[in-house]
């Protein structure tokens, strides 16, 4: 078993989509970032390449590339999976946090697990996201941006 931890952070910003766990969220701003800037689903998939010591999303999927620019995240979570499975690995769980202090994402977290569940191939069972203010604290309480961290198990895939 190998375990790793992601982190991610993105700004918000005006004429931008919200995009967090592959759901469109409806909120007055969005995140600003190369991609989509799905922030949660950006953490998982540094917590799989790491877990995995492969790097980040940044040496996979660089900013500079203009392949990756305005992707959307879960293709690219699809390409980690792939990794992933080349390596002999599956997701045993991944927990998962969103901070932010707008909007409220409780009615959108299960279409969220869902979302990941499917392109990492597991059960939403083994997908864990939750979200959190900080209280007005920081720039996420500032509702400058948002991030997510995730921590996630890998099990090595047995062939029988």
């Known amino acids: ?5 992601g982190y991610d952070v993105h700004q918000l910003v005006e004429s931008r989509r919200l995009i967090l766990g592959g759901m469109d969220i409806p909120y007055k701003r969005g995140l600003l970032g190369h991609s989509d800037a799905d922030v949660l689903i950006h953490a998982i998939m540094d917590s799989i390449l ?14 500079t590339d203009m392949e990756y620019k305005d992707i959307n995240s879960m293709e690219l979570l699809g390409r980690v999976y792939n990794i992933m499975i080349e390596n002999g690995y599956e997701v ?3 927990d998962s946090t969103i901070a932010a202090q707008a909007p409220k994402l409780a009615p959108y977290i299960n279409d969220m697990r869902k979302n990941i569940s499917e392109v990492l191939h597991t059960s939403i069972n083994n997908i864990s996201v939750k979200a959190t203010t900080t209280e007005k604290l920081g720039f996420e309480g500032r509702e400058e941006g948002i991030s997510a961290t995730s921590v996630c198990l890998l099990k090595k895939v047995i062939d029988n």
């Open 50 to 63: 790491g877990a995995l010591a492969l790097g980040d999303i940044g040496k996979h999927f660089p900013d």
């Open 1 to 5: 078993m190998r375990i790793g931890f």
């Open 92 to 94: 045993g769980n991944i």
